[in-house]
């Protein structure tokens, strides 16, 4: 494993590794967070360091400044804290996460962090894959699916409440609906509930309905639980 102050080229790439220092962090924290630099241009991938490292990073005065930076921790709450953005200034973030992940990445705090820098938001999660290019002065990117993430969406579907008990479903199936292909169940507004195939839509009317017959509650939506 490469340690903090440990550079290396790869042709006319230059990689510089910012963390660890040593082998005392938890998982997380143990990433190995690297600054790379083809000619003008400037990537900067944090793993899943959270704010402790964060911090740690600020404190050794090393310039962090880049074009791109890779969300840390998959955009969880704990990571990408608001003075770690500041001395980063990227124009574009990437977020890794799952599709329908069980954690809810990316959290809706650190997509309201970044959108107050407004940086262009890319999450795998909405974009499927991601692929940067770029000849050290221009770049370009291209996605699988969609566009740039706007946050305010993001927010509303990440930040939706319980329901009350009496908020009947008027389509006349149920509340909550899985497919027969997965293991989650989620609210019938949900983004990956409209994606689900009709002929295999299966609906409940409780959540205590959906998790007998072995399904869990969406990360996006989040439904009672």
Known sequence: MGRKGDEFNIGEVEFTILHPDNTEYDLNNSSV????????????????????VENKILEGNVNINSHFLKVGHHGSKTSTSKEFIEEVTPKVVVISAGEDNRYG?????????????????????????????????SYNIKTEYNSKIKVSEEKSEYNQKDPPENNNNDNGKGKFVGSINSDKYHRSGCRWAENIEPENEIWFDTAEEAQKAGYKPCGTCSPPS
Do not use: C, W
């Open 33 to 52: 967070v690297i600054l790379m630099q083809y000619k003008k241009t400037k990537f900067l991938f944090t793993g899943d360091i959270e704010r402790k």
């Open 105 to 137: 990445h990316p959290h809706s705090s650190a997509l309201e962090r970044l959108d107050q820098f407004e940086v262009d938001i890319y999450s795998t999660v909405r974009n499927g894959n991601i692929v940067i290019t770029t000849d050290g002065e």
